[in-house]
């Protein structure tokens, strides 16, 4: 209820951020700028040198470079490097729909934008809010800059709402399943063998790991949404 809260006063004072800028400096063209903060040696990628070719620093850059995968790979393949990155992000196992996760949220290529010499609006974090307030502002003619140094999508998507939603369907259904099973349930709904056999009571199992798996595949699914790109 207080998330609800804050985004709604967040979105109440936007147009009135976003009027002010405009007014205080109407000559101003609209612009929508992201700055991600890139984490070079966290994330394992390098940067080419910009400089000339008998320049020996700026040929070995380029060689890490040229050598760096730009972008996540899963186990087995991953680097060690990208496996204690992901446990320390709490994203793990790196399965394809993790490393789906992780090529939107935690891109290793992300190239910050120019940034601009001044904003109207700064979000700091690339949440829920953060994403909202930035955008919302650039749709209205209003320059603005969203500043993160961790995953995009913020505790929603990694986190929060996407995976606990995911497991409370799942929980529900392990439930209704476990009222259906019983011989003398209230809904009229009972079991038998394909065969035309009696009725019989089952046993509902859950298989745990395939419920995470459910959950890390739609969480990669929504994870565009809130990626870099």
């Known amino acids: 209820r207080s998330q609800r809260r804050r985004r ?16 205080a400096h109407p000559h101003r ?6 700055a991600q903060s890139r984490f070079s040696r966290r994330c394992g990628s390098s940067m080419a040198s910009s400089s000339n070719s008998d320049d ?4 070995e850059a380029a060689a890490a470079a040229s050598s760096s995968p730009s972008s996540w790979r899963p186990s087995p393949e991953a680097t060690a490097e990208d496996v204690s990155l992901a446990k320390s992000l709490s994203i793990w196992p790196l399965d394809s729909y993790n490393v789906e996760l992780l090529n939107e949220v935690r891109h290793r290529g992300y190239d910050n934008p120019e940034p601009l010499e001044v904003y109207d609006l700064v979000a700091i974090g690339s949440g829920a ?28 998507l990694n986190a929060g709402c996407v995976p606990s939603k995911a497991l409370i369907r799942c929980a529900k259904l392990i439930r209704e399943a ?16 394909k065969d035309g056999g009696e009725r019989t009571e089952v046993e509902v199992d859950v298989d745990f790991p395939r419920i995470m798996e ?3 595949r739609l969480r990669s699914r929504i994870a565009p949404v809130d990626g870099h790109d």
């Open 8 to 23: 709604a006063v967040v979105m109440l004072l936007l147009p009135l951020v976003t009027l002010t800028g405009l007014l």
């Open 56 to 59: 020996a620093s700026g040929g």
């Open 178 to 193: 476990n009222k259906a099973a019983k011989m003398d349930n209230e809904f009229g709904v009972t079991f038998r063998s």
């Open 129 to 156: 809010g953060g994403l909202v307030t930035s955008r919302q502002a650039a749709r209205r003619g209003a320059k603005s800059c969203m500043v993160s140094g961790e995953l995009a999508g913020g505790d929603c």
């Open 214 to 216: 459910r959950m890390r």
């Open 29 to 34: 063209r609209p612009r929508h700028s992201i």
